[in-house]
């Protein structure tokens, strides 16, 4: 006979199309549940709203999905996805319970708007805005999307842009071309604030600065500048060391006064973690981390975790303290991971692959298995030195 197929777990769906992109919604449009009159209560009390380390089983929490098979007759469409996840039962909908097809325009990269307003897409040519739509149905509340009358006249005509990304308070927009143009706008005026027409050779990846008044830029080649948002300048230069390719880039706060940027790169050994003072700018330190190279990359809101995917479809969770590995999967996915996003509360990490599958890991703060092992074999070692002394007669109140 042969071996029986395992059952996907319920956290991981197939939903179609290769997945590009992947966000959680913003913690606004979570409800307890779809009765009427409860939520008409919760809006009332605002105090209730605002405690975001409540229980998660009680709430829902959705995910954006975005790709598709791009353009030609593949007869794979391009789609934004919705998708919900239940905390209690560790699941994801088996089908979206939102899709809004976007005919030919591969949605390549989005971003969703940290305050709510909507979600921005990157197709060939231009970017595009969406907004939520909520709709009563039988005192359900349905939540979907909608094309928006706000048209990104500034963004129009750009070509492919690889990189998309608010600062923590929504008031400025970075966007990062397959050209290497880099753009930076005031939100949602879109005035212009940054035109850097070679920024670098192309663009990959960009990240904001818990403050807001630093962007990082990473592109194919050379090293990875540090431009500040006021002046509109660049301040600084990442440089590479031993033929390393910077894949992306996430800031982290680290403490009130002090934070930290990490780099995933790629060298000959596979991925390595590298950590910048923000200050300096200098290299504090690098870490090997895992031996395949490093196709998607994220940190949690606390700043406790790295997340890490590779090409060959595996997930890790590191911790960022001693950047040891916590949670591996292995073959988390078929095909390459190609996004990564933390919930708002940390609690939950989403994955996406080219494989057309959406997983959610759950984070466990748990100790590093590297230390404990660490600590076992030094008490095994004490204990022997313990009974060859009391053999020796040097420690004879043991006898």
């Not at 089983?57 to 996805?81: F, K, M």
């Not at 194919?220 to 910077?246: C, H, Q, Y």
């Not at 870490?287 to 196709?295: A, C, D, G």
Request: proline share 4%.
């Amino acid at each position: 006979m042969g071996k029986k197929k395992e059952t996907d777990p319920p956290a991981l769906q197939k939903y179609g199309v290769p997945l590009y992109s992947a966000a959680w919604l913003p913690l606004q449009f979570r409800h307890e549940d779809h009765d009427s009159s409860k939520q008409h209560e919760r809006e009332q009390d605002k105090d209730r709203e605002e405690i975001t380390h409540a229980s998660a089983s009680s709430y829902e929490y959705y995910v954006v999905l975005a790709g598709g098979g791009g353009e030609g007759r593949s007869g794979i469409p391009n789609a934004v996805l919705l998708s919900r996840f239940d905390f209690s039962s560790n699941s994801l909908s088996p089908q979206p319970v939102a899709k809004l097809n976007l005919g030919s325009d591969l949605p390549y990269r989005m971003v969703v708007h940290p305050g709510g307003d909507g979600l921005i897409c990157a197709l060939p040519n231009s970017c595009r805005f969406f907004e939520w739509d909520e709709v009563e149905d039988n005192e359900d509340h349905k939540l979907g999307l909608k094309s928006s009358e706000k048209v990104l006249t500034q963004l129009e005509d750009v070509g492919q842009q690889l990189a998309l990304v608010f600062n923590s308070d929504s008031s400025v927009l970075a966007v990062g071309g397959e050209d290497g143009n880099l753009r930076v706008f005031k939100w949602p005026s879109m005035e212009i604030i940054l035109n850097e027409a070679q920024a670098h050779a192309s663009l990959k990846d960009l990240c904001f600065s818990p403050d807001g008044k630093f962007l990082v830029s990473l592109g194919g080649r050379g090293p990875g500048r540090v431009w500040d948002v006021t002046s509109s300048m660049a301040v600084a230069s990442l440089s590479k060391e031993n033929d390393e390719i910077f894949a992306s880039c996430r800031f982290s706060q680290i403490s009130d006064q002090t934070q930290v940027l990490y780099v995933a790169a790629i060298t000959d050994k596979g991925s390595s973690i590298v950590t910048w003072n923000t200050s300096s700018w200098k290299r504090v330190s690098s870490k090997h981390v895992f031996r395949e190279p490093v196709s998607s990359f994220n940190i949690s809101p606390d700043g406790k975790f790295l997340a890490i995917g590779t090409a060959q479809g595996d997930v890790m969770l590191i911790n960022s303290t001693n950047m040891c590995i916590q949670t591996m999967i292995r073959k988390a996915h078929l095909g390459i991971v190609t996004a990564l996003t933390f919930s708002h509360d940390s609690r939950a990490l989403v994955s996406a692959s080219m494989d057309s599958s959406a997983r959610v890991t759950l984070v466990e703060d748990k100790k590093c298995g590297g230390s404990s092992l660490r600590i076992i074999i030094f008490i095994i070692i004490m204990a022997i030195v313990v009974y060859f002394l009391k053999n020796e007669g040097v420690l004879p109140f043991l006898g």
